[in-house]
């Protein structure tokens, strides 16, 4: 795995963050940015396959990033993998862009969870089919399946915001997520 210093040098550093520039790794950028902890992005070239060698997949063992470790811990540092885990970790390392009441977190945790799950992957799937399926075979049925729950979930996302600004009420890792 190639490694690329971002903003400090190894010595400094707090996070490593296993990135390429996809909506999953722009989500714990934006989340590393916002609450302004220092981290080195180290690039996993999906295209080139940096997401399948095996010291990746000792820190990410689905084999996707993004990926962080925290080296900023008692004790060994900490792997963690999946966004909305990512994002979840570090807001409560932080203590920012979560609620600390039971019903706003519980809140923030539903539409982090609802990204991942629904926004996210119908979002892929549609771009796969439009951008990356080879030409041989028949994808209409699939390419109008994903689409249309891909429209489904913007609807659900246009009737949370409607008269509000931010998917909780307040700027929070859900809105990193979507």
């Not at 429209?151 to 009420?169: M, N, P």
Request: hydrophobic share 40%; aromatic share 12%; glycine share 8%.
């Amino acid at each position: 795995i190639s490694r690329l210093v971002g903003r400090l040098s190894a010595s400094c550093v707090m996070i490593d963050l296993y990135y390429w520039p996809t909506p999953n790794g722009w989500k714990v950028s934006i989340m590393l940015e916002e609450c302004g902890l220092e981290y080195r992005v180290i690039p996993i070239n999906i295209g080139q396959g940096d997401q399948f060698n095996p010291e990746f997949l000792a820190i990410s063992p689905n084999n996707r990033m993004p990926a962080i470790i925290d080296h900023d811990v008692e004790g060994q540092p900490i792997a963690i993998f999946e966004s909305g885990a990512i994002l979840t970790y570090l807001a409560e390392k932080t203590g920012r862009f979560m609620p600390q009441d039971l019903r706003g977190r519980k809140m923030v945790m539903e539409w982090v969870f609802w990204q991942v799950g629904n926004l996210g992957p119908m979002a892929g799937q549609v771009s796969h089919f439009i951008n990356y399926a080879p030409d041989e075979g028949d994808h209409d049925y699939a390419l109008r399946r994903y689409s249309r729950e891909y429209d489904r979930c913007l609807g659900v996302l246009d009737r949370q915001l409607a008269g509000r600004e931010f998917i909780c009420g307040d700027y929070s890792i859900a809105d990193m997520a979507s």
